[in-house]
């Protein structure tokens, strides 16, 4: 044994007799040794201090030393190693424990947090089951609700949002929320009296050149102080100034978006005064954009941003004049003190104006205001999406609760466990607040760890989700991200489940009702009534499990529907290609020609290639496009008069390339090019507005006036979704070819992957600097754009419902294998009494049965309830789907089954007399 | 852990004892403290064994205190109070009263 350091007072001649130390050390547990000694040899040394003679302090040390209970001390440090190892003991400690009473008054006590995390680290397998249920349910949560964020939601960040509102024009249907047109702007932002700044944008794509590499870009054009009146700060540089934006076309200045200054210009410095090249001409950077700001469109990332005096330049020309080309939103400040009705009331009056003064393009086109922070996307649009949104997060919400229900379930277990411990403990008197509290942190902690988990999962998932992106055409970059909005959601989340699943058990098991707790002590037969809670837990969860699989399948059925549906076009093999010769640098119309004229000749001189067709628009593209026609003997209720009718202009070839029939009159043929201008109409147009006519030969007519001929009427094909019905569509033989270009339609022999590379191949021959709108393409993927919704209903409500059907089975296995475990002495006598192992099975699966099939009653009723609201969103099912509601079923009960059994089984195999022993 | 839900005479005593001491809760003190105010001489080794039982129990909490030289260069070992211990306490306190009430006036010493 180390010797210890004689302190000055303790020299040899004044210490005790080593003898006596020796002895001492010797008998003595380390455990307590060391304080032993200390203060014996610090009574010694007082006692000599007090001046007793030294023989007299050296007798009492031998006296103490001698009657040492060594024995007593040694067990009892044996017995509080176990439970305290020396090493936790010796750790300094100072906090707050030195007060005991501050912490008596609080129901907390930061050694139950460690209580807490011991106890959850002694059951490993609990704690995986339940943080993984917990993460599934919160990070769905989370992933959804970050989605719904990223479009719905957004945190722009403007100064005083509140002044802020969005300006709107009508438009010809009487849509109150469209666009608006740019000598309207200016007018407004000159002459109105309410607003302190009227700024606008509109949307353009562009050929951006970076190393050589041609890219489309997505960008805006925009007021000069567009960032100043929303009050957002340049990242680097500057925003536009006033003479920027004053003359078209005389300042080639851009601000770059700085998603695409960090991705496409390595987030340079130095960018400012740099030039840019977009379509073909360079322009100077004067400043980035922050990282906040991603532009006005939701979901879409912007660019880069020009003056809207630039339009003219990046564009097709004569916008900027035209009061009739709607194409720009508009925001405006509200002076001080000025309402929105205000504003309303000004502004109906500043239309009625313009109304006067301009009567051919403002009849009827009233300008009204709405405040920025009521809208997310648009007016009308909103009204749609938010329910949809509601939906979705509903659906994750219901995925969260049957987590919860299962966790509950669980935790009910646990506290039956201890509820000998908890009833003694309540009956002596201690506090239901402190033991409720300490079960409680037990499930916020895991709550916790679940919400941490869920944040993981939901960052996964949206990484997926960003992976999988629609196959959208136009350029995009969607950004979702998991911001503080969604941190604070997920925390609020994590926490709301964490009380919602431990307070019932926790107040269940903590009820003061304990006398029948401690007197069926010994009849181990388990309490009926608590059973109704668990069992109520699991009801829920399998109901709701089936309301989310008849959703999923449903959907997947009408996945199929809608796969199956005839568009009325030949879906079969087929390459499509979009240049942009514009943007190309091909300037002058007769140049575009003569490029897709050498382009289809090149097509067609390849042998597997057998009809090339072109079209500026193609049937279930994105996008809508509609035009005015005046309509002999129709007559509109729209302020211009007109019918707006979807169409296209098409090549001579189109309708053969496409497989559409002409069932009356005849195609367009090569030499009409020159001949007067001609149209065939769908088989709807005449049914919706000459029904039974013959409308061959007759003539339509633009919204400007001009004659259209009709020259033959074709098949029905779907223009805009799978589900629509029959729509009036105009194909127009094709003229001047529009600024984004004409789309390319390549049929052949062989499969559509051979044909796009073929297309690519002389593409590359015949002009291999060629800008491209989007990839060249096959058919089906052209078609997969249609299908995305209902495929990603189908996909999300198939893996949630997968999902909930995972949990509700844990559920059940979990009440089964817990009653089964209460019943161990019961089915042991049975079995001695010669129940079969079958006999046992059937008894123990039995009960959690007849808890499913409850759970299953309720969960069809349900279903068949909200599925009726989505019945809008079916192809070509009902809501109450026969298939869907016979499959399922049978499904969920297959897996409740198997559940159910495993435990029962295991009981089975008890041996019978160790059952009757035990407990 | 085991949590006994007895506490016995000399146990409650030093518990007091431990809490009246406040920081300053060694072994010796203890022993001091039960000599003056409950007139109980105990041993050295009842003391410890004592104040081992009850960190067992969960009652107590222990650790190293700084070594001295009057102690040989020996540390102390520092006893305090659990929630548990004092929640102990006051359910014997709280027994003790509920007999008390209805068993008569105090007598001369109450």
Avoid at chain 1, 115 to 132: D, Q
Avoid at chain 1, 657 to 683: H, K, N, P, T, Y
Avoid at chain 1, 729 to 746: A, E, K, R, T
Avoid at chain 2, 16 to 37: F, I, K, N, S
Wanted: glycine share 10%; aromatic share 6%; hydrophobic share 45%.
């Amino acid at each position: 044994m180390a010797e210890s350091r004689p302190g000055p007072a303790a020299s040899d001649a004044g210490g005790p007799p080593r003898l006596a130390l020796a002895l001492l050390r010797r008998r003595l547990p380390d455990e307590v040794a060391e304080a032993i000694e200390g203060d014996l040899v610090d009574a010694h040394a007082r006692a000599l201090a007090e001046g007793r003679p030294r023989v007299v302090a050296d007798a009492l040390f031998w006296r103490e030393v001698l009657t040492l209970r060594a024995g007593a001390l040694r067990r009892a440090a044996r017995r509080l190693e176990a439970v305290r190892p020396t090493t936790e003991r010796n750790r300094p400690d100072r906090a707050a424990n030195r007060d005991p009473d501050f912490w008596s008054k609080l129901p907390m006590h930061p050694n139950d947090f460690r209580y807490a995390i011991r106890r959850l680290l002694r059951s490993p397998g609990f704690t995986a089951v339940a943080v993984l249920s917990l993460a599934l349910g919160i990070g769905a949560n989370t992933a959804m609700f970050s989605i719904v964020n990223a479009v719905l939601i957004r945190d722009l960040p403007v100064t005083d949002r509140h002044e802020l509102v969005e300006v709107y024009s009508s438009d010809s249907d009487g849509f109150q929320y469209a666009t608006s047109s740019h000598p309207d702007y200016l007018d407004l932002r000159e002459g109105n009296d309410v607003f302190r700044n009227v700024v606008a944008t509109r949307t353009t794509i562009a050929r951006i050149d970076l190393d050589g590499r041609p890219r489309v870009a997505f960008g805006e054009l925009i007021s000069w102080d567009y960032f100043q009146t929303l009050g957002i700060e340049m990242e680097l540089g500057r925003s536009f100034v006033a003479e920027e934006d004053a003359t078209p076309g005389t300042h080639p200045v851009v601000i770059l978006g700085h998603r695409t200054w960090t991705q496409d210009f390595g987030a340079d410095p130095d960018i400012v005064g740099s030039d840019v090249w977009l379509n073909g001409r360079p322009y100077t950077v004067v400043g980035v954009a922050p990282k906040a700001y991603t532009g006005s469109m939701p979901v879409l990332v912007t660019g880069f941003f020009t003056p809207l005096m630039m339009t003219d330049v990046l564009m097709s020309g004569g916008q900027l004049e035209r009061r009739g080309s709607r194409s720009m939103f508009m925001k405006a400040r509200l002076l001080p003190g000025v309402s929105i009705e205000q504003a309303n009331a000004s502004l109906s009056a500043f239309s009625a104006g313009l109304e006067e003064a301009y009567p051919e393009t403002n009849e009827r086109r009233l300008m009204s205001a709405v405040p920025s922070g009521k809208v997310s996307l648009n007016p009308a649009v909103d009204r749609i999406l938010t329910p949809v949104a509601g939906l979705l997060l509903a659906v994750v919400g219901v995925v969260l609760l049957i987590a919860c229900a299962n966790l509950a379930s669980f935790l009910l277990a646990r506290a039956e466990d201890r509820r000998k411990e908890i009833a003694v403990r309540l009956a002596l008197g201690a506090g239901r607040k402190r033991l409720v509290s300490q079960l409680l942190i037990e499930t916020t902690l895991l709550a916790l760890m679940g919400g941490v988990a869920g944040l993981v999962l939901a960052q996964w998932t949206v990484d997926l989700l960003m992976a999988l992106q629609p196959p959208l055409p136009v350029p995009v970059d969607v950004e979702i991200s998991l911001d503080r909005t969604v941190l604070l959601f997920t925390a609020g989340v994590s926490m709301l489940a964490g009380v919602a699943f431990g307070l019932v058990p926790a107040l269940q098991a903590t009820n003061p009702d304990v006398a029948p707790t401690l007197k069926s002590e010994a009849t181990g037969s388990g309490v009926p009534r608590r059973f109704n809670l668990r069992g109520g837990l699991v009801v829920t969860q399998v109901a709701f499990s089936f309301v989310l699989l008849i959703g999923a399948g449903l959907f997947v059925r009408s996945l199929q529907k809608a796969q199956a549906i005839d568009p009325g076009f030949d879906t079969g093999p087929g390459a499509l290609a979009w240049p942009m010769p514009e943007l190309a640098g091909y300037e002058t119309p007769e140049d575009v020609e003569a490029f897709y004229d050498v382009f289809e000749q090149r097509l067609l001189e390849n042998p597997k290639v057998t009809h090339v067709a072109l079209a500026d628009r193609l049937p279930l593209g994105v996008g809508v496009q509609t035009n005015g026609y005046l309509l002999p003997g129709v007559p509109s209720e729209t302020p211009d008069g007109d019918h707006d009718i979807d169409n296209a202009n098409v090549s001579h070839g189109y309708f053969e390339a496409m497989g559409v029939e002409i069932v009356s009159g005849r195609a367009f043929a090569r030499d009409d090019l020159d001949a007067e201008r001609m149209v065939i109409v769908s088989q709807a147009f005449v049914d919706r507005y000459y029904p039974g006519e013959d409308l061959v030969g007759r003539s339509i007519q633009t919204a400007g006036g001009d004659d259209l001929r009709i020259v033959g009427i074709a098949a029905n094909t779907k223009v805009r979704t799978l589900g629509e019905s029959p729509r009036p569509y105009v194909y127009h033989l094709q003229g001047q070819v529009m600024f984004f270009g004409m789309q390319v339609v390549v049929k052949g022999q062989g499969t559509s992957e051979e044909l796009v590379a073929i297309t690519r191949a002389t593409l590359d021959e015949v002009e291999p600097d060629m800008v491209l709108f989007e990839e060249i393409k096959t058919m089906n993927e052209h078609l997969a754009l249609l299908l995305f919704p209902p495929r990603m209903a189908a996909l999300l409500l198939s893996v949630f419902g997968a999902l909930a059907l995972l949990l509700a089975g844990i559920g059940v296995y979990g009440v089964v294998s817990y009653a089964v475990a209460k019943r161990t002495r019961e089915l042991g006598i049975r079995m001695s009494l010669g129940a079969s192992a079958g006999d046992v099975i059937r008894m123990a699966i039995g009960g959690g049965m007849r808890l499913v099939i409850v759970g299953g009653v309720v969960g069809i009723v349900l279903a068949a309830g909200v599925t009726w609201v989505a019945s809008d969103y079916l192809f070509g099912i009902s809501s109450t789907d026969v298939v869907t509601f016979a499959t399922i079923p049978l499904l969920l009960t297959g897996v409740a089954l198997f559940a159910a059994w495993v435990p029962a089984r295991r009981a089975s195999r008890v041996d019978p007399v160790r059952a009757l022993r035990s407990e | 852990m085991p949590k006994g839900s007895h506490l016995g005479d000399l146990e409650e005593l030093v518990l007091l004892a431990v809490r009246r001491l406040g920081e300053e809760a060694d072994g010796g003190r203890v022993r001091e403290e039960l000599t003056e105010l409950a007139g109980r001489t105990v041993s050295v080794s009842t003391i410890y064994v004592t104040l081992m039982r009850l960190e067992e129990k969960g009652y107590a909490r222990s650790w190293k205190g700084e070594p001295t030289a009057t102690r040989g260069g020996k540390a102390k070992r520092l006893y305090a109070l659990t929630p548990e211990g004092l929640e102990a306490l006051e359910q014997v306190r709280a027994v003790r009263e509920r007999m008390w009430e209805g068993a008569g006036a105090r007598t001369a010493h109450g």
